[in-house]
Antibody
Framework: EVQLVESGGGSVQPGGSLRLSCAASGFSFSTYWMSWVRQAPGKGLEWVANIKQDGSEKYYVDSVKGRFTISRDNAKNSLYLQMNRLRAEDTAVYYC??????????WGKGTLLTVSS | QSALTQPPSASGSPGQSVTISCTGTSSDVGGYNYVSWYQQHPGKAPKLMIYEVTKRPSGVPDRFSGSKSGNTASLTVSGLQAEDEADYYCYSYAGSNNFVFGTGTKVTVL
């Protein structure tokens, strides 16, 4: 059974940093693109970032470029999102997803990030 | 990249059909066959319902179908059931390794 379990969310002040983690199991992690998708409270979904199987290609939505970094450790079956210079508008539930055929075929339950002073 | 346009709401009685549109441009929906649809119940993670415009993942009822014409993709739910009441989002490749979601549609079963 495919499982994606996010962790690392919490409350942080504007300008601060946080790293999200996603533990993957039940599939061959190293053979799939992976993604982060977020959802602000009461709002719609927003694609945040993708990373290729070997980590050699990474892509981001414009609003996080230069502030967020997606990475992975295939030996640990783990996906990460390092978030720096956080803003109030980054407040959201962050979902880890498996990306296949241009879609997100499996999702974690999400982890909540709150950016507030 | 602007969000794809979906109607805010749609509704139907049990057993009826409801169709949700997802309008983009020739740079996203119209330019690629990488359109997918997601169902999200309150407080839950989204679930993939349709990928590559028309394909259904294993386990998704055949009451759910997808299509595309020009810059508009559509999701049709036939034989509406109470458990289909949820938010639905479309998603498309937008070129240059960018992706975009739709604005979301709340489906109500009357």
């Amino acid at each position: 059974e495919v499982q994606l379990v996010e962790s690392g969310g919490g409350s942080v002040q504007p300008g601060g940093s946080l790293r999200l983690s996603c533990a993957a199991s039940g599939f061959s992690f190293s053979t799939y693109w992976m993604s982060w998708v977020r959802q602000a409270p009461g709002k719609g979904l927003e694609w945040v970032a993708n990373i290729k199987q070997d980590g050699s290609e990474k892509y981001y939505v414009d609003s996080v470029k230069g502030r967020f970094t997606i990475s992975r450790d295939n030996a640990k079956n783990s996906l990460y999102l390092q978030m720096n210079r956080l803003r109030a508008e980054d407040t959201a539930v962050y979902y880890c997803t498996r990306h296949l055929y241009g879609s997100h075929d499996y999702w974690g339950k999400g982890t909540l990030l709150t950016v507030s002073s | 990249q602007s969000a794809l346009t979906q109607p805010p709401s749609a509704s139907g009685s049990p057993g009826q059909s409801v169709t949700i549109s997802c309008t983009g441009t020739s740079s996203d929906v119209g330019g690629y066959n990488y359109v997918s649809w997601y169902q999200q119940h309150p407080g839950k993670a989204p679930k993939l319902m349709i990928y590559e415009v028309t394909k259904r993942p294993s386990g998704v009822p055949d009451r759910f179908s997808g299509s595309k014409s020009g810059n508009t993709a559509s999701l049709t739910v036939s034989g509406l059931q109470a458990e289909d009441e949820a938010d639905y989002y479309c998603y498309s490749y937008a070129g240059s390794n960018n992706f975009v979601f739709g604005t979301g549609t709340k489906v109500t079963v009357l």
